[in-house]
């Protein structure tokens, strides 16, 4: 239990500690206060999570009614109901904590994209995360997990680049979705288990 709360302590410090601290001068060699070639691009990165978090799902789940195929229709849900507990959690930190975004708190910091809520966590990562987390484990293969991750790292990058979002917002957002995605996975396969073992 001890260790658990030393981590917990190590993970939410940047949060409450000063501006003098890592958080803000990984961000300040990130964020350019100059309009850069690479602003719409993680722009475009950066707004395709809203969309991607609801369309993959739809996607699988489509498929798995053209096909009549279950596993399709569960990995789905599955991924749906983690994207909505990492929205849960995200919204509760971000409300219960109420970070100012860097922005706000920094001048220096280039706001290049919207940004309105709490700072922390990164919502964008977290559901990133949880997309990318939940079909790595549903279908474990490299072709499937390497562009679901670099995907989803991009996500997190870009929301530094634009300046809407501290480094531990990015790293806590990807640690949420992530965790979300993987409780989600494991009580489904209890509840897998529970079926089959009664059949």
Avoid: E
């Avoid at 789905?76 to 975004?101: E, P, Q, W």
């Amino acid at each position: 239990m001890g260790k658990r709360l030393v981590l917990l302590a190590l993970i939410f410090l940047p949060v409450f500690l000063p501006a003098q601290n890592p958080d803000i001068r990984i961000l300040r060699s990130i964020n350019s206060p100059q309009t850069l070639r690479s602003d719409k691009f993680f722009g475009l990165v950066s707004n395709s999570d809203a969309w991607l978090i609801f369309t993959i799902p739809a996607g699988i789940g489509t498929a798995g009614l053209i096909k009549h195929d279950d596993r399709l229709i569960r990995n789905a849900c599955v991924t749906l109901a983690a994207a909505t507990l990492d929205f849960g959690i995200t919204t509760a930190l971000k409300y219960s904590i109420n970070r100012d975004r860097p922005f706000i708190t920094y001048p220096d910091i280039k706001k290049k994209s919207d940004g309105g809520s709490p700072s922390f966590p990164s919502g964008h990562t977290s559901g990133a995360f949880s997309v990318a987390t939940s079909l790595s484990l549903a279908y474990p293969r490299w072709y499937i997990v390497a562009p679901a991750y670099t995907w989803a790292g991009t996500v997190g990058y870009s929301r530094m680049h634009l300046g809407v979002h501290y480094p531990s917002d990015v790293f806590i957002g990807a640690l949420v979705g992530s965790g979300s995605a993987y409780l989600t996975y494991r009580i489904n396969q209890k509840l897998l288990n529970s079926k089959n073992q009664k059949h």
